[in-house]
């Protein structure tokens, strides 16, 4: 099999191992919850050197890392080069951002083998695709069901990810209603923030109505702006509308939040110094 680039086994076996102390960054003073970050904020920086990436976000302080969906085409002992390199680093990969055919009976098992290999827990579906009507909902959580069935027996999970157009209204339903009431509970209903605060929902209620089931929450922010150089999603973690602190409190007292990762779509700033900025301002509003 022919590895994509940024799967290079040079940039693997180039890495160094270096002690957990200078890796791990001090933990925060309120929160013995791990904060993480979702790779594809790096996807640049990740096509390049996977290693290189991973060891930069562990010297950074980053507990957990979350792959995205172009892992599914590594091979098993590719699989367990990674598994390596994590556990010299010190950093977890507790769950994986996935298409949805991932979750079709012949890509699935395939699937679930990667996710052991490495750490993983918790195959979250990215994106359902194109999806009709409240009914194809429905059938969106009937594909998760059937994937936690088989999940279960081996203690792992499956998950949802929401972005927007989840949250809008929809002959009267909002979609994430509709997988929320559809699903068994041990589907985890992984939170986007910024997108949930864009589409005019409240994520501390939303945290609130589903206890036990907002496992890990993707910290993206979002503040609404005049020009499409100010708006959305450029802004950093803590810079925009989310009232993170209020999140926070309800997603460890109810939502059973397991890990945190910092998720932005492009800043001010180049992607790394992006992820170490949002970090630090993550530590500092939870000391």
């Known amino acids: ?3 994509p680039m940024y799967l290079s086994r040079r940039s693997l076996l180039g890495w160094t191992g270096a002690t957990a102390a200078a890796l791990q960054g001090p933990a925060t003073a309120k929160s013995p919850i791990p904060i993480g970050i979702e790779l594809y904020v790096l996807r640049q920086e990740m096509a390049k050197d996977l290693a290189g990436t991973v060891r930069a976000v562990a010297r950074m302080g980053y507990q957990v890392v ?24 010190k ?13 079709t009976p012949e890509n699935l098992s395939k699937t679930i083998e990667l996710n052991q290999i490495i750490g993983s827990k918790t195959l979250v579906m990215a994106s359902a695709g194109q999806v ?27 998950g949802f990810h929401n972005h927007k157009s989840e949250f809008d209204v929809l002959e009267g339903k909002r979609p994430m ?43 993206k922010d979002w503040a609404k702006g005049n020009t499409q150089e100010e708006k959305s999603y450029r802004v950093l ?47 500092k509003m939870r000391s």
């Open 1 to 3: 099999m022919t590895l």
């Open 66 to 89: 979350e792959f995205y969906a172009p892992y599914t085409l590594w091979t098993t002992e590719y699989a367990k080069e990674v598994r390596q390199l994590l556990d010299e680093l």
């Open 91 to 103: 950093i977890k990969c507790l769950s994986t951002h996935n298409s949805a055919n991932v979750f």
């Open 132 to 158: 009709n009507g409240l009914d194809g909902w429905k059938g969106v959580a009937e594909t998760l069901t059937r994937a936690q069935e088989k999940l279960t027996p081996l203690g792992m999970r499956a």
């Open 177 to 219: 209603e509709i997988l929320a009431a559809n699903t068994p509970k041990e589907v985890t209903l992984q939170l986007d923030v910024g997108t949930c605060i864009e589409a005019g929902s409240d994520p501390v209620a939303w945290i609130k109505a589903h206890p036990g089931r907002i496992r890990s929450i993707h910290c």
């Open 237 to 283: 973690f803590g810079e925009g509308q989310s009232p993170w602190k209020k999140i926070f409190a309800a997603a460890e007292k109810k939502g059973g939040v397991e890990f945190y990762l910092i998720e932005q779509e492009g800043s001010r700033f180049s992607p790394m110094e992006t992820a170490e900025r949002c970090l630090a301002s993550y530590r």
